[in-house]
């Protein structure tokens, strides 16, 4: 039987926080190694301008990255051991948090075509 998708039974909100995060993980700007093996520090996050802010080459609308300041979402991904959060400047992100298939980078991070 294939793996469960979404095992851990995340919220939208949630999926989409966690998605940012692991996006926000690749990048050495918003990134570095934590303590914890396999674990990232993720912070420096970006502010939006208007309805949008960027992530490396991607854009991503405001609206999909209000987890990102909302203590309950980051409570809950850190319930589930995820992320080791430390609200509201950063986030260590598991090794866990980093595998987790979200199935939603490719609709939340908008690339250009050219």
Same mark, same amino acid.
């Given at each position: 039987?294939?793996?469960?998708?979404?095992?851990?039974?995340?919220?939208?909100?949630?999926?989409?926080?966690?998605? *940012?995060? @692991? #996006?926000?993980? @690749?990048?050495?700007?918003? !990134? @570095?190694?934590?303590?914890?093996?396999?674990? +990232?520090?993720?912070?420096? *996050?970006?502010?939006? %301008? $208007?309805?949008?802010?960027?992530? $490396?080459?991607?854009?991503?609308?405001?609206?999909? #990255?209000? $987890?990102l300041h909302n203590p309950a979402v980051w409570a809950?991904?850190?319930?589930? $051991? *995820?992320?080791? !959060?430390?609200?509201?400047?950063?986030?260590? +992100?598991?090794?866990?948090?980093? #595998?987790?298939?979200?199935?939603?980078?490719?609709? *939340?991070? %908008?690339? #250009? !075509? %050219?």
């Amino acid at each position: 039987m294939p793996p469960k998708k979404n095992p851990l039974n995340l919220n939208p909100l949630q999926l989409k926080t966690l998605t *940012l995060l @692991q #996006a926000l993980a @690749q990048l050495p700007d918003h !990134s @570095q190694p934590a303590e914890i093996e396999g674990a +990232v520090l993720v912070g420096n *996050l970006p502010p939006p %301008h $208007g309805d949008h802010f960027h992530l $490396g080459a991607a854009v991503v609308a405001s609206r999909d #990255a209000t $987890g990102l300041h909302n203590p309950a979402v980051w409570a809950a991904l850190d319930r589930k $051991g *995820l992320i080791k !959060s430390l609200f509201p400047q950063a986030a260590v +992100v598991t090794a866990e948090g980093l #595998a987790y298939d979200t199935g939603l980078a490719d609709s *939340l991070l %908008h690339r #250009a !075509s %050219h």
